[in-house]
T-cell receptor, first 112, second 114 residues
Framework: EDQVTQSPEALRLQEGESSSLNCSYT??????LFWYRQDPGKGPEFLFT???AGEEKEKERLKATLTKKESFLHITAPKPEDSATYLC?????????????FGKGTKLTVNP | KAGVTQTPRYLIKTRGQQVTLSCSPI?????VSWYQQTPGQGLQFLFE???????NKGNFPGRFSGRQFSNSRSEMNVSTLELGDSALYLC?????????????FGPGTRLLVL
C-alpha cells in the first residue's frame, strides 16, 4: 500500500530563516510526487509535480527535490505570507487512476 | 479559466440524514476525484470518475456514493450521516491523459453533522 510521511508536523521560522520540509514515501511504481499548499479554510493549491529521482523544480522562494525514497521542499528566505500547511502526495501505478495518497502535512508558520 | 467550484460551501445536518454535494470541474477536464479531509486522518481518497464511469474507489463504507454527468459535473452523496462524517469534502479535477494529469482542487464543502 502506498504511504506518505511528512516531517516535521509543524515548523516555526523567523522571516528570512531558510529551512526544509521532508516527505518520505513508499509506492509501487511512482507516477508523480506532488506538493500542494493549503491555507486555512481553502482547498489545496498546486505547487509542483516531480516524476523521477534527481528532478528539481523551483518557484519563487520554493524548491522541490526528489530522490527514490523522499522529497524535500526547500524554503529560502521565507516571508510571513508563506505561512500555510504544505501537503505532499504520491500517485502510484494503479492503472490510469488519478488517485493521490497524501501525507498529513507540515504546518509552517513564518513570524515577521 | 474558472477554477473548480463546489456547492454548497457549508452544510449542517443531523445524524441519520443524507446529503448531496456538487462539484463543477474546470472547463475541459473530464476526471473528477473526491477526498475527505479531517484533522486526524488528513486527506483520504473517496472515489474518482472519468467520462461518467467510476474508475477507482477508496476504503469508505457504501453510505458514500457518487456519480458523474455527461458535462463532467459530479455529485457525491452520503446517506445515514454519522457524527464522524463531519469533515471538509474536496473535489479535484484533472486534464490530460488518464492517470497523468495534475489535480486542481476546489474550495471544499465543510459538512458538520450534529
Amino acid at each position: 500500500e502506498d504511504q506518505v510521511t511528512q516531517s516535521p508536523e509543524a515548523l516555526r521560522l523567523q522571516e528570512g530563516e531558510s529551512s526544509s520540509l521532508n516527505c518520505s514515501y513508499t509506492v509501487s511504481g511512482l507516477r508523480g510526487l506532488f506538493w500542494y499548499r493549503q491555507d486555512p479554510g481553502k482547498g489545496p493549491e498546486f505547487l509542483f509535480t516531480l516524476y523521477s529521482a534527481g528532478e528539481e523544480k523551483e518557484k519563487e522562494r520554493l524548491k522541490a527535490t526528489l530522490t527514490k525514497k523522499e522529497s524535500f521542499l526547500h524554503i529560502t528566505a521565507p516571508k510571513p505570507e508563506d505561512s500555510a500547511t504544505y501537503l505532499c502526495a504520491v500517485r502510484g501505478s494503479q492503472g490510469g487512476s488519478e488517485k493521490l495518497v497524501f501525507g498529513k502535512g507540515t504546518k509552517l508558520t513564518v513570524n515577521p | 479559466k474558472a477554477g473548480v467550484t463546489q456547492t454548497p460551501r457549508y452544510l449542517i445536518k443531523t445524524r441519520g440524514q443524507q446529503v448531496t454535494l456538487s462539484c463543477s470541474p474546470i472547463s475541459g477536464h473530464r476526471s473528477v476525484s473526491w477526498y475527505q479531509q479531517t484533522p486526524g486522518q488528513g486527506l483520504q481518497f473517496l472515489f474518482e470518475y472519468f467520462s461518467e464511469t467510476q474508475r477507482n474507489k477508496g476504503n469508505f463504507p457504501g453510505r458514500f456514493s457518487g456519480r458523474q454527468f455527461s458535462n463532467s459535473r459530479s455529485e457525491m452523496n452520503v446517506s445515514t450521516l454519522e457524527l464522524g462524517d463531519s469533515a471538509l469534502y474536496l473535489c479535484a479535477s484533472t486534464s490530460g491523459l488518464a492517470g497523468l494529469g495534475t489535480q486542481y482542487f476546489g474550495p471544499g464543502t465543510r459538512l458538520l453533522v450534529l
